[in-house]
């Protein structure tokens, strides 16, 4: 199993925005080998901005890597940045290989 997360600090009255741009987006990923589950996380708010991340889960790097190369990743990301003005920068990527799942049983 494996992680792909992005964290995305966004201005202080940019989250209606930018939950919106998620919500109404076409993901694609239902058509991608590979892909279990995805979550758009909300965390917490500094003086300035309220931090979010997006959590995808995926069978395995392999496939993630695919996804990234495949039209359904550019179909999906095609308005990416349509709203720059609540970014604080660029979204911050972080991958990780899972080394420990527990469900409930």
């Known amino acids: 199993m494996f992680i792909a997360m992005n964290r995305f600090r966004i201005k202080k009255g940019g989250e209606e925005t930018f939950e919106r741009i998620w919500r109404e987006r076409e993901s ?17 708010e500094a003086e300035d901005h309220v931090l979010y991340a997006s959590h995808a889960v995926w069978d395995s790097r392999e496939h993630f ?24 920068g660029p979204p911050q990527l972080e991958l990780f290989d899972v080394v420990l799942h527990q469900t409930r049983n």
């Open 65 to 88: 890597e695919a996804w990234t190369k495949s039209d359904a990743f550019r179909k999906a990301h095609a308005r990416a940045g349509s709203s720059p003005d609540i970014y604080m």
């Open 28 to 44: 694609h990923l239902n058509e991608v080998p590979g892909f279990q589950e995805f979550h758009l996380l909300r965390g917490p």
